[in-house]
């Protein structure tokens, strides 16, 4: 297994763990942070998907060509005569 030497502050929490944990803790710490970078990616990705959702509802603004689904502004005008037929404009004013 290669070996990967760091050099760490005297001052850093991990130096309270016994001589023995040091080791497993820091492979550990890794490992979480690796798959909390993939994870942040991945909810950055979910993020973009639903911006691009939202701008394709969005009234009177300029909308993507084509978004993540191949549908383009035909199907923007069919989501907009549904939102429109089922949305009280009136009522939800009054609020």
């Known amino acids: 297994m290669p070996l990967l030497s760091i050099r760490i502050p005297k001052e850093h929490p991990l130096w309270n763990l016994p001589a023995g944990q040091r080791s497993a803790k820091v ?4 490992d979480l942070s690796l798959n909390l970078v993939l994870l942040l990616g991945e909810i950055r990705d979910q993020l973009n998907k639903i911006e691009n959702r939202l701008q394709c509802l969005e009234l009177g603004s300029g909308t993507p060509t084509e978004n993540e689904f191949g549908h383009g502004p035909e199907m923007r ?10 949305f009280d404009l009136a009522g939800f004013s009054d609020i």
Do not use: G
């Open 27 to 30: 492979r550990e710490a890794l």
């Open 77 to 86: 005008k069919e989501v907009l005569a549904t939102a429109e037929a089922t």
